[in-house]
């Protein structure tokens, strides 16, 4: 799957998707974005930047959120354009996609949210890359109702991301199987 700037998916080589949980500043997102491209280059190997303007699914209701949809693009652009990587954010709510697909490369659903129609077509219909966590809830081949969500706005810009499975309460596994059994999806 082509992103943009060079960097693919599937190919072969390797990708890091990687920055901040949550954009705290400005200035905190721009070193951080300096110093991973920095480090991508030194390790030969291809970055997308990734950051979220607004966690919505926090546990506390007092946690920070982010900066919100305008002030968290404005940003993602910067890093876009100051360092000229491709940048992925999350989304929670159908109407985002559209506005987060103008300034970002990838369209990144939680996994909590990955089986939630209206959000995974409205990301499809941006014709942006659209990364997909798999719920921990899920198992790898419950992707498949996933992938033909997004394929029928005619996007096949689909990466899926393996989130592990839940084995009881707090204990989250990391299956290396699912990642084969993924892939085997297209």
Same mark, same amino acid.
């Given at each position: =799957? +082509?992103?943009?700037?060079?960097?693919? $998916?599937?190919?072969?080589? *390797? /990708?890091? @998707?990687?920055? #901040?949980?949550?954009?705290?500043?400005?200035?905190?997102?721009?070193?951080?974005?300096?110093?991973?491209?920095?480090?991508?280059?030194?390790?030969?190997?291809?970055?997308?930047?990734?950051?979220?303007?607004?966690?919505?699914?926090?546990?506390?209701?007092?946690?920070?959120?982010?900066?919100?949809?305008?002030?968290?693009?404005? =940003? +993602?652009?910067?890093?876009?354009?100051? $360092?000229?990587?491709?940048? *992925? /954010?999350? @989304?929670?709510? #159908?109407?985002?996609?559209?506005?987060?697909?103008?300034?970002?490369?990838?369209?990144?659903?939680?996994?909590?949210?990955?089986?939630?129609?209206?959000?995974?077509?409205?990301?499809?219909?941006?014709?942006?890359?659209?990364?997909?966590?798999?719920?921990?809830?899920?198992?790898?081949?419950?992707?498949?109702?996933?992938?033909?969500?997004?394929?029928?706005?005619?996007?096949?810009?689909?990466?899926?991301?393996?989130?592990?499975?839940?084995?009881?309460?707090?204990?989250?596994?990391?299956?290396?199987?699912?990642?084969?059994?993924?892939?085997?999806?297209?």
């Amino acid at each position: =799957v +082509l992103v943009d700037k060079g960097v693919s $998916f599937g190919d072969g080589g *390797l /990708t890091f @998707i990687a920055g #901040p949980c949550v954009i705290e500043s400005r200035e905190m997102a721009l070193d951080l974005a300096k110093r991973l491209t920095a480090l991508a280059k030194k390790l030969k190997a291809k970055l997308i930047f990734k950051a979220s303007f607004d966690k919505a699914n926090r546990t506390s209701v007092d946690s920070f959120r982010g900066p919100g949809l305008e002030k968290g693009l404005e =940003v +993602l652009a910067e890093v876009r354009s100051t $360092f000229d990587v491709p940048v *992925l /954010t999350d @989304i929670h709510e #159908p109407w985002q996609a559209k506005p987060v697909a103008e300034v970002c490369d990838v369209l990144q659903i939680p996994a909590f949210l990955a089986q939630q129609t209206d959000l995974v077509v409205a990301a499809g219909e941006t014709g942006a890359v659209v990364n997909v966590k798999k719920g921990q809830f899920m198992a790898p081949e419950d992707m498949a109702q996933v992938i033909r969500k997004i394929e029928s706005t005619g996007n096949r810009r689909i990466v899926l991301c393996e989130r592990g499975a839940s084995f009881g309460y707090h204990i989250l596994v990391a299956d290396m199987r699912s990642l084969l059994i993924m892939r085997e999806l297209g």
